[in-house]
């Protein structure tokens, strides 16, 4: 079998390409001009062109396929829509953070899978249903694409866009890896994310592999009950495991635990959603990200400003723990959270107001 190139790390591709006399050194010069470059290098100092056509011979490089690229009038958030070794698309999101003069920046929004197997009822992804994993190169390659189509680098990957991060293990860990590593993207591993919707296992598996990455958990609701309505993930793995879980997981990092809290109109924005919540996590340091649901269907609304502040001072009141606001662009060209779905533009409904 042809090594793949961009879905291993320098190290692996090191242990393939000894046996032909490729140094360390010269497998990471490697994975740089594929990771970063995207090409095999014809030449290299001090290295035979024979010795580069037997390494060119044994590998092989995919490429996704860019279909398409949005770009929102309203924030800058740009969507990309990629194909890779299906015939299903998937999709990316460029977000900007433009703030700093100094430091203008991009952090990339990442799938992980076609579709999703979750089903959280306010999320379009999970209503598509699995299709299936994507590969550990189609993960790289998406961050290589977006960021040889960027004008400033991008510092930042989050799993959080189509699928669950958890139920692909081995190939998100290994693709972050590749992202992560000196000879990779060299982005900090603190500046990677990997977000669930509560898988337990993969949890204990992330803290007992002591992963750098920052771990991010959607709660959106501290009622089993309710949360088994939105989240079908709960009947699996319920709220009590996955609590146990991310003690395990405090006790074993030191690491406050980052929660995500889908933010629906009218369904979990009471004060007595706050008090459930001080009571589910006591004893847990834990920092809390409000999110807005997008659901272009209009069954699920985000809260009035109103309903917010008066959820934000109820939370300041009885967590009294911080609590975060989470900005999701490109609601315009469905590229915020919960709306990705693969689809052309031409094939999505109007973006809700």
Known sequence: MPIIL??????????????????????????????????LPDALPSTSARLLEKVRDLTVMPRLTRVEKQTSAVDGFTKYLFRGDGPEPFEAVRIPLLHRADDPKYVICVSSQVGCA???????????????DLATWEMVDQVAQVQADSPHPVRGVVFMGMGEPLLNYERV????????????????????????VGIVPGI?????????????VSLTSADPVRRRELMPVEAAYPTSDLLQALH???????????????????????????RQLAELT????????????????????????????????????????????????????????????????????????
Not at 204 to 216: C, I, K
Not at 324 to 334: A, L, V
Request: glycine residues 10%.
């Open 282 to 353: 006591r004893g847990l340091p834990v920092k809390l990200d409000l999110i807005d649901v997008n659901d272009p269907t209009g069954r699920f609304q985000p809260p009035s400003r109103a309903e917010l502040d008066g959820f934000r001072d109820a939370l300041t009141a009885r967590l009294g723990v911080p609590v975060g606001r989470r900005y999701s662009g490109g609601r315009d060209i469905h590229a915020a959270c919960g709306m990705l779905v693969g689809a052309v533009a031409a094939d999505m409904p109007p973006a809700p107001t």
């Open 6 to 39: 961009k879905d291993i790390t320098a190290d692996e591709l090191y242990v393939h390409l000894a046996p032909l006399g490729v140094s360390l050194r010269l497998a990471r010069q490697l994975q740089v001009a594929v990771v970063r470059r995207g090409v």
């Open 248 to 274: 395990e997981y405090h006790q074993a990092t030191g690491r406050r635990v980052v929660l995500a809290w889908t933010l629906i109109s009218g369904v979990n924005t009471r004060d007595e959603d706050a």
């Open 173 to 196: 860990m290994r693709a972050a890896r590749i992202l992560a590593e000196p000879c990779g993207m060299a982005i900090a591993a603190k500046a990677i994310t990997v977000s669930t």
């Open 118 to 132: 979750m089903g959280c009822t306010f999320c379009a992804t999970g209503r598509m249903g699995f299709r299936r």
């Open 204 to 216: 204990r598996r992330f803290t007992a592999e002591r992963q750098p990455y920052r771990l991010v």
